[in-house]
């Protein structure tokens, strides 16, 4: 690191008109700039465009609560081995910690962030037992929170003789949102998300184990790039092959992100996602006869209406139903979680006042 590192090296990598504005503003160093391409607990495979090394945070960020603590993805400011700072995330994909879904505790929800600075989430759900579609609405609602762009990858379609069926029940479901029929036996399919990883460009893979990321990895790559493993046909799970978050750079130009399987989708933080996962019901509550109507039991109910007529399924509005009830209660955490850090600070600003009050009596 001791030649210049020009921007267009880093925009390689994916850093945009955004964060050049940001460097500048801050007056950042680039030639300090490295971009996080794995988290293995504290060890980070770092790289600015023309090398790979490893680092570990700095004590700052390691014992300072309120600083960014690095994942994959982030753009960092390295001094040789070791990471003085994360820089400004342009979004950051993250869920509930694990064993929180359902609970309804007054804390807040700690988070787990997943991955930063991402243009496109490959949502992957495989044509076999791990087709489902209200996971499908959960891992949809998990990325719109997260401000980022989602795109479904349907894999395993040679397992079908019509896989047409699946494609047309996701469009259905998710509107407007791009929908890719794959298979990674035979390649069909997987040319579509090629254009999602041009040079600069980020994507990350998310889904249950089993559901054929690593695969569509490969086949992305052209290589065996990522360790694969057989579903069994018994339980229809598959195995952890993938154990860490890595950006692997691809033959574009761009760089894509595999995931361990996600067994339990629980949200960390509310949003837009449950308006854009579900905008047919938003749609129809226009009609409704009330503006606040909660589409259980008013008369004149438009959604429910829809549901009695066959348009919406009733398991789609259920579903809402159940994450609006657990996207409240995250949404009452933070704001509980806010008003306690508020309250923290004006009790030390008191305290600060009758110090300075008792030192002017003496």
């Not at 399924?313 to 159940?322: G, V």
Request: aromatic share 4%; charged share 25%; glycine share 8%.
């Amino acid at each position: 690191m001791t030649s210049h590192i020009s921007s267009e090296t880093l925009r390689q990598l994916g850093w945009s008109d955004h964060f050049q504005r940001l460097a500048k503003d801050q007056a950042i160093n680039t030639d300090q700039v490295a971009r996080v391409l794995s988290a293995h607990r504290d060890q980070f495979l770092v790289t600015d465009g023309r090398s790979e090394w490893l680092c570990t945070p700095s004590g700052k960020i390691r014992h300072h609560r309120q600083m960014d603590y690095p994942v994959t993805g982030d753009w960092v400011l390295v001094d040789k081995n070791a990471i003085r700072r994360v820089l400004p995330r342009k979004n950051t994909l993250c869920r509930g910690e694990a064993g929180s879904r359902g609970k309804q505790s007054g804390e807040a929800r700690r988070e787990q962030p997943i991955a930063a600075n991402v243009d496109t989430v490959f949502v992957v759900s495989g044509l076999d037992r791990d087709f489902n579609l209200r996971r499908m609405e959960r891992l949809l609602t998990l990325v719109y929170n997260c401000g980022m762009t989602p795109v479904i990858v349907l894999t395993k379609a040679d397992l079908h003789e019509s896989p047409e069926t699946f494609l047309d029940k996701v469009e259905g479901l998710a509107v407007g949102v791009p929908v890719a029929l794959t298979s990674t036996k035979d390649g069909s399919g997987v040319d579509q998300l090629h254009g999602y990883l041009d040079a600069g460009q980020t994507a990350c893979m998310i889904g249950s184990s089993g559901a054929g990321k690593s695969s569509l990895a490969n086949r992305l790559h052209g290589s065996d790039i990522q360790a694969t493993a057989a579903v069994s046909e018994r339980v229809g799970k598959g195995r952890h092959t993938t154990t860490s978050r890595d950006l692997i750079v691809m033959p574009r130009g761009g760089l894509l992100m595999d995931n361990p399987g996600i067994r339990e989708i629980a949200f960390s933080k509310s949003g837009d996602g449950l308006e854009a996962t579900f905008s047919d019901i938003r749609a129809l509550a226009e009609s409704c006869r009330f503006a606040d109507c909660s589409h259980r039991h008013e008369p004149g109910c438009a959604v429910l209406h829809a549901v009695d007529s066959g348009e919406l399924p009733p398991e789609r509005l259920a579903n809402y139903h159940k994450m609006q009830r657990e996207l409240g209660y995250v949404q009452a955490r933070s704001e509980k979680s806010a008003d306690s850090v508020e309250k923290e600070r004006w009790r030390d600003v008191a305290m600060e006042i009758k110090r300075m009050n008792r030192r002017k009596k003496r």
